[in-house]
């Protein structure tokens, strides 16, 4: 089993920054994709960034492109989020999920793709 912890949510103001860390524990070593997703209220949950296990591959969705930043430290089983000039529109859960597909194998947006997950960060951006 692994084990899925976000932190780093909080209220931030629009144009401001946050960045969320994503710690697992257990069987790492059986871990190869790392994505963050988000879920606003009301919404489905989105697909928002994704990182390789080696952390040369990266992709993120159209919506966060130029302003988040996904990275990943594998000698502290972390994996970062940085949000840049955050919108009103940024605002919501944010989940932390890890795969045991390799970045060839994965369809990255996919939820159903990831096999563990955290229980989520709030982030809220005021206007």
């Known amino acids: 089993q692994v084990q899925v912890v976000e932190s780093g949510g909080g209220l931030v103001q629009a144009g401001g920054s946050l960045r969320l860390s994503c710690e697992t524990s257990?069987?790492?070593?059986?871990?190869?994709?790392m994505s963050w997703f988000r879920q606003a209220p009301g919404k489905e949950r989105e697909f928002v960034a994704a990182?390789?296990?080696?952390?040369?591959?990266?992709a993120y969705a159209d919506s966060v492109k130029g302003r988040f930043s996904i990275s990943r430290d594998n000698a502290k089983n972390t994996v970062y989020l940085q949000l840049n000039s955050l919108k009103p529109e940024d605002t919501a859960v944010y989940y932390c999920?890890?795969?045991?597909?390799?970045?060839?194998?994965?369809?990255?947006?996919?939820?159903?793709?990831?096999?563990?997950w955290g229980q989520g960060t709030q982030v809220t951006v005021s206007s």
């Open positions: 999920a890890a795969s045991e597909r390799s970045w060839l194998t994965i369809a990255r947006v996919r939820s159903e793709q990831y096999n563990y």
């Open positions: 990182i390789s296990r080696s952390g040369q591959n990266t």
């Open positions: 257990g069987r790492t070593f059986s871990i190869y994709t």
